[in-house]
């Protein structure tokens, strides 16, 4: 098969790959839309201590089922799925409460494992969720950003006020999309990028600022009002969101932490002490939101207008060059093998 192989730090290569080889239990899926994450740029740059070259990446993604090796209940419900690319251990106390996303051996999919920059992959059964046919494939391998974005608001279910959300990249846009899904009142976002805050405000944020332009505190201070801000969900994770998170929040308030952007930042947690600040990690989402949000993108209430396109998969390389770039004009991707 054909696969765009990581070879070195900015380097992909489109070249023929070994075929997936199935054991009992596993699937062989034809991809047909896999999307790039943060994670895979961050992991193209030679960032990421997990990944190591050659490696196919990719762990956003959808298809067809083509062969099931030992089990065939997947085919008597639909050969379209969309893919949970979280393989845990399956016996501990988070695999068995379907929380796999936490299992200490877990594998993911294009990270330890081949992923889904390729004409296929291989899956366990139990990670194949079928999806409708009025769902596109496109779509299907947005479900599992959009599940990272119900996980965060999920985590801040319990604090419905207003809200911000800082970095409007594929996950930001996520946590908005599902924030106002889940009855948020009010919400900001700040954002560099003035093409993502414009598709920030026609997603549904009530605000959107510029955190590099003078007055933007104050903007959104006077935003949130005598209220304050209930919830901060920093989908960007560098040391100026997560310090703007701690200036934001009211006392009393959440920071739903998903971005990694880098992994040390200084926080003054003599303020995090006094004021009662509650700091909550946010990473994947379980089985149940993956379910949750075929059900939501199949419902037809998503938009991806103006922030999601398309590119063959052998392009693979000039679209990873393309969304590194500060000015990239383009959000999400999805590549079709």
């Known amino acids: 098969m054909k696969a765009l192989v990581w070879t070195a730090p900015r ?8 075929d997936p080889e199935l054991d009992d239990g596993e699937a062989l899926v034809r991809v047909r839309g896999v999307s790039i994450c943060g994670s895979d740029l961050h992991g193209w740059l030679g960032h990421s201590r997990g990944r190591v070259p050659p490696l196919v990446l990719g762990h956003e993604l959808a298809g ?22 979280i393989i845990g251990c399956g016996q ?35 990670n194949l969720y079928p999806i409708p046919e009025k769902v596109n494939f496109a779509a299907g391998a947005l479900v599992e950003p959009l599940a990272c974005g119900l996980h965060m608001a999920g985590l801040a279910a319990e604090e419905k006020g207003p809200a911000v959300v800082l970095g ?18 009010k919400i900001a976002v700040s954002e560099i990028n003035a093409g993502r805050r414009a598709i920030a ?9 510029n955190p590099q332009e003078a ?12 209220e304050g801000c209930a919830v901060v969900f920093d989908a960007a ?9 701690l200036k934001l929040v009211r006392t009393g308030g959440l920071i739903v932490l998903a971005g990694l952007g880098e992994q040390e930042t200084a926080l003054d947690c003599v303020e995090v002490i006094r004021r009662e600040i509650r700091i909550a990690g946010s990473f994947a989402y379980n089985r149940q939101e993956f379910q949750q949000t075929i059900e939501w993108v199949a419902s037809g209430r998503v938009s991806f207008e103006g922030w999601v ?29």
């Open 168 to 185: 409007a990249g594929p996950i930001g846009l996520a946590a908005l999309l599902a924030a106002r899904r889940a009855g948020f009142p």
């Open 11 to 18: 380097q992909l290569e489109y070249k023929d790959w070994p």
């Open 215 to 226: 007055g933007a505190v104050e903007a959104l201070t006077r935003f949130f009002g005598e």
């Open 237 to 245: 994770g560098f040391a100026p969101t997560r310090q703007l998170a």
């Open 64 to 85: 067809e089922v083509v062969e099931v090796r030992g089990g065939q209940e997947i085919l008597k419900t639909s050969r379209r799925v969309a893919v949970y690319p």
């Open 201 to 209: 405000t026609k997603l549904g944020a009530d605000l959107a600022v």
């Open 92 to 126: 501990c106390r988070y695999c068995c409460s379907g929380r796999d996303y936490l299992c200490g051996s877990r594998k993911v999919l294009g990270l330890h494992v081949d992923g889904g920059l390729a004409e296929c992959i291989k899956a366990p059964v139990k």
């Open 309 to 337: 396109s398309e590119a063959p998969l052998a392009e693979g390389q000039s679209v990873f060059e393309e969304l590194v770039r500060p000015d990239a004009r383009r959000i999400k991707v999805v590549l079709k093998p």
